[in-house]
């Protein structure tokens, strides 16, 4: 008798569950009138002008493969708006590669470095997909709960957990932070730097939210420790350009063409269409955030000052769109049962914080890449269910 098919297959492909937040979000997306704070995602549409470049380029054929690494005019334009931006200095034609997203890059990326036995440090909690990418390459992920330290890598844990681990080749750092917003100043980060150019680690740097930042200006991870630093960063956030999957990697020259190698196998480029949106989002579109920053700035704080008020306490978010919110202590610490009962009770989604990993337990996860009319509607709702379910703490 022949085999099941599916035994043909790699277990641990097989044995690979799909994401939490998937399922939940499965689950509100079932239901009527259900408001949606999950979404990691900028409500706004792509600016006009990028949307022009991409219609012209189609209507010019420009719509054939390019080389790997991306169109060269493109790879230029990258390297000036981050030297303009962030003062990097990046050589268009050998440090940097464009991928199908900052997803894609730490795919490649992992795919190139990791080899089975290996560590990496995943700061938790952290975007969901750090974890499995490190198993997928027969790696182990090493969480450094930040629960207790404001959510932000200490320089001292971080010097603890590389001398514990010996095989940790990548230290996957993200900020600002998904899901909690934080972000680091200068002088946090030059002390992470200070310990990680004592090791043979790399630091994949994932700066996507680097255009939402509220206070202060971002500095770049691989300003401060170039040659240890694969920066990962692209428009998916900063010009609302989630679809058109656009990514960069950047590094030592030596290092970007080994990931690159994988990205060939992987894509061989990315669309022609996307690269000429991005084109124009990185020559003429330096300014599109800043509308957008400053419409999330009002969201974040109507949200943060209504959920104090009920309750809920959060760090300030200095960046990205999410307020990671502490349940309070007269609610249901159980933040899975907590979030899908909110759901059935107000018709109000909002993320569990253990979805995101070690320290996200007994918090919630709030997007505000909403409307302000769903702000409002998610106060309402979350206020009714708190004065319904607290309960009398002794
Ligand atoms: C921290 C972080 N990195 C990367 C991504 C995905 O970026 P991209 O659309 O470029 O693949 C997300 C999306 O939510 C994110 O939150």
């Known amino acids: 008798m022949k085999k099941d098919p599916i035994s043909l297959m790699k277990p641990e492909v097989v044995a690979m569950k799909q994401q939490a937040i998937f399922?939940?979000?499965?689950?509100?997306?079932?239901?009527?009138?259900?408001?949606?704070?999950?979404?990691?995602?900028?409500?706004?549409?792509?600016?006009?002008?990028i949307k022009e470049a991409a219609i012209k380029a189609i209507n010019n054929n420009e719509t054939h493969y390019t080389v790997p690494e991306g169109n060269h005019q493109v790879l230029k334009a990258v390297s000036k708006y981050l030297n303009k931006k962030y003062d990097l200095d990046y050589d268009?034609?050998?440090?940097?590669?464009?991928?199908?997203?900052?997803?894609?890059?730490?795919?490649?990326?992992?795919?190139?470095?990791l080899q089975p036995g290996d560590e990496v440090l995943i700061p938790s909690p952290s975007f969901t997909?750090?974890?499995?990418?490190?198993?997928?390459?027969?790696?182990?992920?090493?969480y450094l709960d930040t629960s207790e330290s404001n959510f932000k890598v200490l320089p001292e844990d971080l010097r603890q957990l590389l001398e514990e681990h010996k095989r940790i080749k990548i230290f996957m750092f993200n900020y600002p932070s998904n899901p909690t917003g934080v972000s680091y100043t200068e002088d946090e980060l030059r002390a992470l730097a200070d310990v990680l150019k004592d090791y043979d680690v790399f630091v994949l740097s994932d700066e996507i939210y680097s255009e939402l930042v509220y206070n202060g200006k971002h500095v770049s991870f691989?300003?401060?420790?170039?040659?240890q630093t694969i920066l990962l960063n692209g428009l998916s956030k900063s010009h609302a350009m989630t679809g058109w999957r656009f990514g960069i990697v950047c590094g030592p020259k030596n290092i970007i063409a080994q990931i690159n190698?994988?990205?060939?196998?992987?894509?061989?480029?990315?669309?022609?269409?996307?690269?000429?949106?991005?084109l124009e989002a990185y020559s003429n579109g330096l300014d599109d955030p800043i509308a957008m920053r400053k419409k999330y700035q009002e969201r974040r704080d109507v949200l943060y000052a209504g959920l104090k008020k009920i309750g809920f306490n959060c760090p300030v978010p200095d960046?990205?769109?999410?307020l990671f919110a502490k349940i309070p202590e007269n609610l249901n610490q159980d933040d899975v049962q907590l979030a899908n009962d909110i759901l059935?009770?107000?018709?109000?989604?909002?993320?569990?914080g253990s979805f995101f990993g070690v320290g996200g337990e007994g918090y919630l996860r709030l997007s505000y890449a909403a409307s302000i009319e769903d702000i409002e509607g998610c106060l309402t709702k979350l206020t009714d269910y708190v004065q319904l379910h607290s309960q009398a703490t002794v």
């Open 23 to 49: 399922a939940f979000n499965a689950r509100a997306k079932s239901m009527d009138h259900v408001i949606n704070m999950t979404i990691g995602e900028p409500n706004f549409p792509t600016p006009e002008h």
């Open 344 to 352: 059935d009770e107000e018709c109000l989604a909002i993320l569990p």
């Open 92 to 113: 268009p034609e050998s440090q940097i590669l464009t991928t199908g997203g900052v997803t894609e890059g730490v795919f490649s990326a992992f795919n190139a470095i």
């Open 129 to 142: 997909i750090y974890g499995p990418d490190a198993k997928f390459n027969k790696a182990t992920p090493i």
């Open 222 to 227: 691989p300003k401060l420790l170039p040659d």
């Open 261 to 278: 190698k994988i990205h060939e196998l992987a894509t061989t480029s990315i669309s022609s269409i996307s690269q000429q949106a991005a």
């Open 319 to 322: 960046g990205a769109f999410y």
